[in-house]
């Protein structure tokens, strides 16, 4: 059983498209996460999610719109897709502050 | 803000030698957490410190925070190529369970 996972794994999409990347985790934690990895590896927290009230928002242009249901998943939709938008994105849950799992990632490529 | 540093940024490692990555802050952190990447992966927890000193050992791992709790450091000994992969410090704040990472030291080895 995957803990956290997301879907797609892979997405190729032009400039200006409107996207969503789903996550779902199984694992009961509170808090879901949005991170961003860019081409040099450096992981960036875009959104945090508990139980569906919104906590953390970094500095994250509004294209970008998270959404959580229920504390059991959390989506990300991008709207105008630039081609800086390219990267991987993980999602995340955990449990207060306890270790993160992460899912495998989605590769976004903006073409 | 604050920034977690780590480093080296690369390190290549002739297998069956031992290496050490280090994480530096300027300012207390309250704990630390290591994760490990492979190339293609996402990221999974390794370990948490929290205590001044504490030491703590996974098989040819041993991680250590230090007594100001301003640096970590993870030695790995006897590398092996199943070493291969980035590995990050992060500093998890008790505000919105935010998890920020350091920018990591990617780890190729050489057979």
């Known amino acids: 059983d995957t803990a956290v996972s997301q879907t797609p794994k892979y997405l190729v999409t032009q400039m200006g498209n409107d996207k969503s990347i789903k996550c779902e985790q199984n694992l009961g934690h509170d808090t879901m996460y949005w991170y961003k990895q860019d081409s040099k590896k450096f992981l960036k927290i875009m959104f945090s999610y508990n139980n569906k009230e919104l906590i953390i928002n970094e500095t994250v242009p509004n294209r970008f719109s998270p959404k959580s249901p229920d504390k059991a998943h959390l989506n990300l939709h991008i709207n105008s897709l630039e081609l800086g938008d390219s990267a991987v994105y993980f999602c995340?849950?955990?449990?207060?502050?306890?270790?993160?799992?992460f899912g495998s990632g989605t590769r976004l490529t903006v073409v | 803000g604050q920034q977690v540093m780590q480093i080296p940024q690369y390190q290549h490692v002739q297998e069956g030698e031992d290496f050490t990555t280090y994480c530096n802050s300027s300012t207390t952190l309250s704990n630390i957490q290591w994760y490990k990447q492979r190339p293609g992966g996402h990221p999974v927890f390794l370990i948490q410190?929290?205590?001044?000193?504490e030491v703590k050992k996974q098989k040819r791992l041993t991680f250590q925070f230090g007594e100001a709790k301003k640096n970590s450091s993870l030695h790995i000994t006897a590398t092996q190529t199943t070493d291969v992969g980035t590995y990050f410090c992060a500093e998890i704040k008790a505000a919105g369970n935010k998890l920020t990472f350091g920018g990591g030291t990617r780890v190729l080895v050489k057979p």
């Open positions: 995340a849950s955990s449990q207060r502050r306890e270790s993160y799992t």
């Open positions: 410190l929290v205590k001044s000193g």
